[in-house]
């Protein structure tokens, strides 16, 4: 785990500014996909970054955990709402989440403390 939030988020805009900056047009193109999937459509963006976090703890990725509870937070979802994606996330994922489930609620926790 990063030492801060703030440390994860400064390290992320500095690393995605220098491999973008390589002018590699499929790496823009993935990145603008994914940019581009989070937006507002059939489904709501609150629920888009639901199923993300959902995804990245069963793909056990602590770093889009962590993304996609900021974003999380940022939108307004409740404890309520982020403890039962969380539960999903276990069950689809099995007792192999629980430790990243157990880094979820330490960076949660950071979160909202800030």
Partial sequence: MYEKIEDFQNFRKKMNERILESGNLEIKRFFALDKNTYKQGALTTETKELLGLVASLVLRCNDCVTYHLLRCV???????????AFNVGLVVGGSIVIPHLRQAVAVLDEIRSN
Avoid at 77 to 82: G, N
């Fill in 74 to 84: 940022e939108l307004g979802l409740s404890e309520e709402q982020l403890f039962e």
